[in-house]
Nanobody
Framework: QVQLVESGGGLVQAGGSLRLSCEAS????????MGWYRQAPGKEREVVAT???????NYADSVKGRFAISRDNAKKSVYLQMDSLKPEDTAVYYC?????????WGPGTQVTVSS
């Protein structure tokens, strides 16, 4: 069984930066697409950014130009660099990995942006 473990969340002032990391617990599984999603209180979970195994990326319009997703295939890891953070970015951030037969999620990490 492979699990995802996130790190890097926390409290930051508006305009600040955070870097989220997510690593798979086992390295022998093939991982296809990876991504970051977020869920704010009272709202549905939404996609933030995704990245294919070849490095092609997609971003939600709300984070384009501010966030950057990257991955290290050897480490089975995905990262999210978040700059120019806004209070509306406050949410629990989840990483996601598409395996051959299923999709798995991390437990989430809280990001809070104060105004």
């Amino acid at each position: 069984q492979v699990q995802l473990v996130e790190s890097g969340g926390g409290l930051v002032q508006a305009g600040g930066s955070l870097r989220l990391s997510c690593e798979a617990s086992r390295k022998t599984f093939r991982i296809k697409d990876m991504g970051w999603y977020r869920q704010a209180p009272g709202k549905e979970r939404e996609v933030v950014a995704t990245i294919t195994s070849d490095g092609a990326t997609n971003y939600a319009d709300s984070v384009k130009g501010r966030f950057a997703i990257s991955r290290d295939n050897a480490k089975k890891s995905v990262y999210l660099q978040m700059d120019s953070l806004k209070p509306e970015d406050t949410a629990v951030y989840y990483c996601n990995a598409e395996l051959v037969f299923n999709t798995i999620w991390g437990p989430g990490t809280q990001v809070t942006v104060s105004s």
